[in-house]
């Protein structure tokens, strides 16, 4: 589930650990508001195999003469770029599978990007900073990784997917590619990466979603 996250806001985790069948995520859902999936939709999967669901009522609007990603937070050096600042920013390229923790996935995903490694550089974190939180352009979904977690050397915030800019539904402007890790822990449509020294507990951990979403061999 990752924000929203076609494998992204769907998906979770139950508290142990375990995955949700499908099956079992729907049943969940039709028993109502308590749970905490009021608004949810699940538009189904696509030919290229992604299934998106979402916390948002409507995908957000992007213009990119407008867009600034903002990086703040415990940091020495408080950053905001447009988006053709981000995109001239060193580019990587990536080939990693997406996995869902409904138990789908879509293998050899073509990301492009910036390493978070890149960013953590750039704004030069205070030594307190244990945390980073990524903000959605609504505000309405977030989620977290520790420092060690968004320096590993396969973590990209990406603006391109398959050789094309990215979808909307896919997450148009940038998205966090967190490839060890559910879908769920790579936000969609960011806007602000905040430095933190306590975790901040996302949308999905918020209701019961483990906060460290490992994908097991």
């Not at 998906?11 to 109502?32: E, H, I, N, Q, Y």
């Not at 299934?51 to 703040?72: A, C, G, H, M, W």
């Not at 939180?133 to 973590?155: C, E, K, N, W």
């Amino acid at each position: 589930m990752a924000n929203e996250n076609d494998t992204t806001t769907s998906s979770s985790g139950t508290p142990g650990g375990s995955a949700v069948s499908r099956a079992k995520f729907l049943g969940l859902m039709a028993a109502g508001g308590a749970l905490g999936y009021v608004g949810m939709r699940i538009t189904g999967r696509t030919a290229f195999g992604w299934r998106e669901n979402t916390v948002e009522s409507s995908q957000p609007k992007f213009d990119p003469s407008t867009y600034r990603l903002t990086i703040d937070g415990m940091v020495d050096n408080p950053v905001t770029l447009t988006y053709d600042e981000l995109r001239a920013l060193p580019p990587v390229h990536q080939v990693s599978d997406f996995q869902c923790v409904e138990g789908w996935s879509v293998p050899d995903v073509e990301w492009t990007g910036v390493r978070m490694q890149h960013l953590i550089d750039l704004v030069r974190p205070a030594k307190e900073a244990r945390y980073v939180t990524f903000h959605s352009l609504t505000g309405i979904y977030r989620d977290s990784l520790s420092m060690q977690q968004a320096g590993l050397p396969d973590v990209l915030l990406a603006y391109d997917m398959d050789g094309d800019r990215l979808p909307v539904a896919r997450g148009l402007p940038l998205r966090v590619v967190m490839p060890r890790m559910y879908g769920y822990k790579g936000a969609k449509w960011l806007r602000r990466i905040e430095f933190r020294d306590e975790q901040d507990i996302g949308y999905w951990e918020q209701r019961g979603w483990r906060v460290d979403a490992w994908i097991k061999a």
